[in-house]
């Protein structure tokens, strides 16, 4: 089973960037997926996730600039990042947990893991 997370790069405040992360292996439609990030010297961070029906939940810190979304014939999630902020710079993982049809917003409950892409937001 893998994750396999792409689309980071270095942009400007307030342009966007979409990420992806297609699964192989197994099927996650059945499962919640989420994105995570960790910036330099901080912990790893909540940012987004969707349940396997499509209900979605955000910190508070990027609601109303991302949107999650996904698409389970591809087996894929997306991260649309709109607005970007320098606070938004960091490496974001992408992560898949199964067994729960809510948002599910602790790291904990998340079995797979992508091995993560850079993004940095330059001021």
């Known amino acids: 089973v893998q994750l396999q997370a792409s689309g980071g790069g270095l942009v400007q405040a307030g342009d966007s960037l979409r990420l992806s992360c297609a699964a192989s292996?197994?099927?996650?439609?059945?499962?919640?997926m989420g994105w995570f990030r960790q910036a330099p010297g901080k912990e790893r961070e909540f940012v987004t996730t969707?349940?396997?029906?499509?209900?979605?939940t955000y910190a508070d810190s990027v609601r109303d600039r991302f949107t999650i979304s996904r698409d389970n014939a591809k087996n894929t999630v997306y991260l649309q990042m709109d607005m970007l902020k320098p606070e938004d710079t960091a490496v974001y993982y992408c992560?898949?947990?199964?067994?729960?049809?809510?948002?599910?917003?602790?790291?904990?409950?998340?079995?797979?893991w992508g091995q993560g892409t850079q993004v940095t937001v330059s001021s």
């Open positions: 292996g197994r099927s996650f439609s059945g499962c919640f």
């Open positions: 992560a898949a947990g199964c067994g729960y049809n809510r948002p599910v917003r602790s790291s904990t409950f998340y079995h797979y």
């Open positions: 969707i349940t396997s029906s499509g209900t979605s």
